[in-house]
């Protein structure tokens, strides 16, 4: 065995990298031996008083005693009777911190609205007019390119900049308890953005659009319970022309239905749900405590006196 895979054992030998391995195995066995009942009982015990589980208190907003303090701080962190927080850490806000990730990918949602709302005036999404608006677009109307990929280049950017927030979310620790609840919106954020890709994906109506959304819905075949290939779906009786993927085209093929209905999620269904899911996520920064750190820096001029 080669020198680096050896190490000093509990009995100050030399031990092997394997035998180090198994041990560890075995550590980690013994915890769970002592521990895991323990924390089972703990959360039956919990389930008896589901207010108290953690699960509750990150969705559910808690009570505070009815004292002046708490009734002021009542109105100072009520987003609607107070829009600004009144105190904000100025190292969270850092875009050393933050990156500018969330408010990024919020303005390019603002962008896509703007832009869409006006292709809106030139598309119109049937089989015979779509591909020849966007030829339109790109060649007679004035500033059409420029409207087109303004709209294409936002909605890359966006795909690009809500991973980044989300990464750096992650690599903040910022899932952490108390915003496990604005995790969870920000992963249906997440899908929601990714979904209004793939609807605008399809609506130029050209060959690489067909063949793409074509393996793209093909996968939904093989969705379980749902899709007709997926396990359980023959039992469950679904067929080519009553399962998931006929539900999204609006039919067995990718035709006039699928376009239509890509057009109305796209322009009208996604955005709305995004929104409202957009609403409570800021709401919730503010009202799980802000942006979540690093400790806030006190100045020694901002130390007490009496404290010094
Ligand atoms: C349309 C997509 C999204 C928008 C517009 C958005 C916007 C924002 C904004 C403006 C903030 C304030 C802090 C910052 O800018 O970093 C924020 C915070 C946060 N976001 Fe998002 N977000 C989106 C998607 C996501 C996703 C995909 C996740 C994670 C799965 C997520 C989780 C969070 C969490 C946990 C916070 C609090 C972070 C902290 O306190 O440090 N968001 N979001």
Not at 51 to 56: I, M, N
Not at 137 to 145: A, I, T, Y
Not at 158 to 166: Q, S
Not at 248 to 273: E, K, M, Q, T
């Amino acid at each position: 065995m080669s020198e680096e895979n050896k190490d000093n054992g509990k009995n100050g030998k030399s031990v092997g990298l394997v035998t180090r391995l198994i041990e560890g195995i075995k550590d980690v066995l013994e915890s769970l031996k002592t521990d895991l009942p323990a924390k089972a009982k703990e959360q039956v015990e919990l389930l008896k008083r589901p207010t108290k589980t953690q699960v509750f208190t990150s969705i559910f907003r808690h009570k505070h005693d009815d004292t002046p303090r708490n009734r002021a701080l009542g109105v100072l962190s009520n987003v609607f009777l107070h829009l600004h927080p009144a105190k904000i850490n100025r190292d969270a806000v850092r875009y050393s911190y933050t990156w500018g990730m969330g408010g990024i990918t919020f303005y390019l949602f603002i962008v896509l609205t703007l832009t869409g709302v006006l292709l809106m005036f030139y598309y119109h999404p049937s089989k015979v007019q779509a591909f020849r608006d966007v030829l339109y677009l790109e060649h007679d109307v004035p500033f059409g390119k420029l409207l087109r990929n303004m709209h294409r280049w936002a909605a890359h950017l966006m795909v690009i900049a809500v991973e980044l927030h989300m990464f750096r979310v992650f690599l903040t620790g910022s899932y952490k308890k108390p915003r496990e609840f604005n995790w969870n919106v920000g992963v249906i954020l997440l899908v929601l953005t990714l979904l209004l890709s793939f609807t605008g994906y399809l609506l130029p109506d050209d060959q690489l659009v067909f063949w793409a959304v074509t393996v793209g819905t093909n996968m939904a075949r093989a969705t379980p319970l749902l899709g007709h290939e997926g396990p359980f779906g023959a039992q469950l009786g679904m067929t080519p022309y009553n399962d998931v993927r006929f539900g999204l085209l609006g039919g067995s093929i990718v035709d006039a239905n699928a376009l239509l209905r890509s057009y109305i999620w796209h322009c009208i269904g996604i955005p709305i749900i995004a929104s409202i899911f957009m609403i409570l996520h800021f709401w919730r920064v503010r009202k799980d405590g802000g942006i979540s750190g690093p400790a806030a820096v006190v100045l020694d001029s901002e130390v007490k006196e009496a404290k010094k």
